[in-house]
């Protein structure tokens, strides 16, 4: 029975045809994954742009921030990830090469063209929730426990050490002497910290 043919239901018909929906569309989708694509400095919409004239599905997550130019302040438009972008594709060696060979690209991440790196597809709906949700959004260091890190600013400027423990913006940082097998710990504020 085609689409034009259905009659009124009784009842789990639409939730049938829905099925079948979701496996055609599924089927269109099948392969294409989130990939990363790392562009020159300032290159991401240059490559968002040729790319999305080539019809591939990219996705370029901007924030909003504040900008001072010739003393005028101005709020603009940046990269949430300064250069990179999202590409969600089937990517076979000519895609890859199409790709590649884009005005701006340095890399796909990942070993080789046949095994890419891949977003989770959850990580990449994340992204687009924050970018539309229309709160305040800005760039934060990536750090993991255990990580060794340097202080930015403040008085413990420059000192390296280990981040340990982290809220909110508060870190528990930790000095070692490995010879006196000795350490002390500070609480930190987590924005002056960079990786070492």
Known sequence: MGPREWG???????????????TISGERDAGRRWHVLWTHSHSE???????????????????????????????????MFPSYLFLRHAIDKASYLEVSKVRGVVN??????????IVPDIEI????????????????PYMQLGQRVRISRGPLADVEGVLVRYKLNKGLFVLAVDLLRGAVAVEVDC??????
Request: hydrophobic share 45%.
């Open 191 to 196: 924005t002056h910290v960079t990786a070492a």
């Open 108 to 117: 796909v991440l990942g070993e080789r063209w046949d095994h890419l790196a």
């Open 45 to 79: 919409q240059l490559v968002h742009d040729q790319l999305a004239a080539k019809g591939f599905d990219v996705f370029l997550p901007k924030i909003d921030t504040w900008s001072r130019r010739a003393g005028v302040r101005r709020l603009i438009r940046i990269p």
């Open 125 to 140: 709906d994340a992204i687009q929730r924050v970018q539309d949700s229309g709160l305040a959004v800005r760039p934060y």
């Open 8 to 22: 009124p239901t009784e009842g789990g018909e639409a939730l049938a045809a829905n099925n079948r929906a979701g």
